[in-house]
């Protein structure tokens, strides 16, 4: 089992920077791939970035790369998503989500944390 609790959304103006944080519960956090995902109103939800156990691995949507960096510090059992040049287009509720390296699906996901970008 796995609890993850994200935080670090809010308000920003376009242009600007937060990081999101997501926090996880569980001894074998380790061995879980990591994933961003958001969801904005009225649309499907879309995975945003995601690293492997081992933390050198990453892939990221193509509306996010060269904006968006994930990273995962194990020692503190956290994934990281750093935002930069943030746009309308990214307000979203962003969820934290892991899944085993043996499966495709994620299994444990977060509550959410909301990131709304003012033009």
């Known amino acids: 089992q796995v609890q993850l609790v994200e935080s670090g959304g809010g308000l920003v103006q376009a242009g600007g920077s937060l990081r999101l944080s997501c926090a996880a519960s569980?001894?074998?956090?380790?061995?879980?791939?990591m994933g961003w995902f958001r969801q904005a109103p009225g649309k499907e939800r879309e995975l945003v970035a995601a690293?492997?156990?081992?933390?050198?691995?990453?892939n990221y949507a193509d509306s996010v790369k060269g904006r968006f960096t994930i990273s995962r510090d194990s020692a503190k059992n956290t994934v990281y998503l750093q935002m930069n040049s943030l746009k309308p287009t990214d307000t979203a509720v962003y969820y934290c989500?892991?899944?085993?390296?043996?499966?495709?699906?994620?299994?444990?996901w977060g509550r959410g944390t909301q990131v709304t970008v003012s033009s």
């Open positions: 989500a892991a899944r085993p390296t043996t499966t495709l699906r994620y299994e444990y």
């Open positions: 569980g001894r074998t956090f380790s061995s879980y791939v």
């Open positions: 690293i492997g156990w081992g933390g050198i691995s990453t």
